[in-house]
């Protein structure tokens, strides 16, 4: 089995990225790789509109720089990882902040880095709208230069599924039957 070195981590700041995030520092401590860290910057949240300007027509004028578009990722990423610190102490890690297409993105950084292994946690699109938009992992998964581990949180059983369950604190940690009646 190939030894894994470098895993590449691409995150959207949400919680199913969270997921992910903490999957790969426990496979990172475990075999001892490198952890690349990448967030993607939305184009879209490069734009101001300013309502009582004319200069809201004119695309030149409400676009942000990308210095300060990809300052802001940056500082998202690290509020993103703080609540982390005590998984990355023991991990060499990398942050890197980029703009562009996210599939593309992700797939030339595996790419440049070298990586032996991407991990993502995908969301889940049911119906029309998983055929009309694949997800981001589908499309990494297809342009990508190395494995992409997908990571996502389990569903409930069969059985359990649109039950209501008791809370925790009555002591039961995991769901019980509903008593005949």
Known sequence: MKQVRKILVPTDLSD???????????????????????????EFKAWELFSDDVGFLDPALRAWPIDRVLAEASLDLNR???????????????????????????????????????????????????????????????MSPCPVLSVTSPLPSPQWRGRKTFPAFFGWSTPRPAMPS
Request: hydrophobic content about 35%.
């Open 80 to 142: 993103f990882l703080e609540p982390h610190l005590h998984l990355t102490r023991t991990i060499p890690l990398t942050k890197r902040e980029v703009l562009g297409p996210i599939p593309e993105q992700i797939s030339s950084c595996a790419g440049e880095e070298r990586a032996d292994l991407i991990v993502m946690s995908p969301r889940r699109h049911r119906g029309v709208r998983h055929f009309l938009n694949r997800s981001i992992t589908e499309r990494v998964s297809r």
């Open 16 to 42: 199913q990225s969270r997921r992910g995030f903490c999957y790969a520092c426990s496979l990172a401590t475990e075999e001892k790789a490198d952890l690349i860290v990448l967030h993607v910057a939305n």
